[in-house]
């Protein structure tokens, strides 16, 4: 008998080492990174099937961020929200996210 473990997970990489200024914290420890989808063979990562969009999180306050000033926050659209695991929009009424499967805090 044979058995096969193999799937597809997400993994996060972090662009740039450089940290940034969060515009929602405004502590300089943002970083940009991506969520790229990997083929494992064995839990071992094999090729990438997809890449991912870059986005900004921040490591204190632990939320996303775009490029947006301070004070055009107020103008963006609130009943949105980001998944912190691959990125994407999600509506607020999710717990957890349909794309990736994270728990969303």
């Avoid at 063979?41 to 775009?66: Q, T, V, Y």
Wanted: proline share 10%; charged share 30%; glycine share 6%.
């Amino acid at each position: 008998m044979f058995f096969l473990i193999a799937g597809i997970s997400p993994k996060t990489t972090v662009l740039d080492q450089t940290p940034r200024r969060c515009p929602v914290c405004g502590q300089k420890r943002a970083f940009y990174r991506r969520v790229d989808h990997y083929v494992n063979l064995f839990f071992i990562p094999l090729f990438r099937i997809k890449k991912g969009e870059p986005f900004l999180l921040c490591d204190a306050c632990e939320k996303m961020a775009s490029q947006m000033e301070p004070r055009d926050r107020e103008k963006a659209e609130p009943t949105f929200r980001r998944c912190r695991g691959c990125g994407k929009k999600l509506s607020p009424e999710f717990r957890y996210c349909p794309f990736c499967g994270a728990p969303l805090v």
